[in-house]
């Protein structure tokens, strides 16, 4: 079966991969030049060579097949374990920790975030800088050999016998809407077109030469701020003082439409606010936007697939938080559980 994947993030690299392995034929396409979705390092430095994790800083691992995957990464020398618990800025003060958050192993990749998603491409073929539009259902009622045909914004066209869709869930819903079909699987945007995101402006900043301060990380109760990250705990960054701070939703939606200095002013701001820190003079400081940082709400289950359509297809992304999961975990659940249902229906024959 060629299974045609929408999003190169972790919940469609994840599908994509077992299914592949299994011996099915996977595409994966993705408008962006890189793997991981919001698992992203930027590159920075003269060289190249300061290394930033501008989204998602780390993630835990709840369940068992998790675990298993984060063992298999750090057998592999892609990721460690950078701390058990962070301090916690109330508004106030500085605790030694969160009080609500259980003490836990928080992993990092140890050559940036985006070399999970690098990792899991290796057994895909992966098609970057290449927007889908939409899809178009053939039926049974054309001499096609495959049941779906995935349009693309330059007008060429591939047919494919199933369909994932692994994208935020407001770019999901688009991609469904414009769906030339009429059959359940467009039905089935109904069941995510609740689903919201939380922004997040998110603030990289070489402070030079400055003492890297001891604390890896500080989860903050904050207006403007709710993560402060020092880089520099996870790989050295050649004496450079790296911070990545990441905005609240309510500051990153209040300052949308914002200019650039106004934003990067104001968190720097309440980066010396929270840490003391010195960032009058930063050496340089890059500013990017997350329109879908986090989910404000979850589905239950694990995917929504089109149960009685006559193609495959499903959707799957961390919007899926079964038994709590969240995050890259819940994104990693969610094409694994996929996959494992869809090796049980479409078997690959031998």
Known sequence: MIIGVIGAGIAGLTAARKLALAGHEV??????????????TRYAGDQLDIKIDHGTPCFTARSEEFRQFVDELREKGIADVWADHFPYFTGEMTL????????????????????????LSRWVDTRLNTKVNGFTFMGDTVRRK????????????????????ATPAPQAYGLIENTQDETPFKRIIRDIDSISYQPCHSLMVNLGNQPAPEWKAIRCNHKSVRWISNEVSKRGNNGNTIIVVQSSAAFASANIKSEEVSITRSLLGA?????????GKP?????????????????????????NHPAPAALIGDYFGEAGAEGVEAAYLSGFKLAERWLEKYPVSK
Do not use: C
């Open 283 to 307: 050496v340089w400081s890059q500013l990017h936007f997350w329109k879908y940082r986090n989910p404000r709400n979850v589905m239950s289950g694990y995917f929504v697939e089109s149960e």
């Open 271 to 279: 980066l010396s606010e929270v840490t003391g820190m010195d960032t």
């Open 27 to 40: 595409i994966i396409f993705d408008k962006s030049n890189g793997f991981g979705g919001r698992m992203a």
């Open 146 to 165: 495959r049941n779906w045909m995935i349009n693309f914004a330059d007008f060429s066209v591939m047919e494919v016998d199933a369909v994932i869709v």
């Open 96 to 119: 030694e920790k969160h009080p609500d958050i259980p003490v836990e192993p928080h992993y990092f990749a140890v050559d940036g975030m985006n070399q999970i998603g690098k990792y």
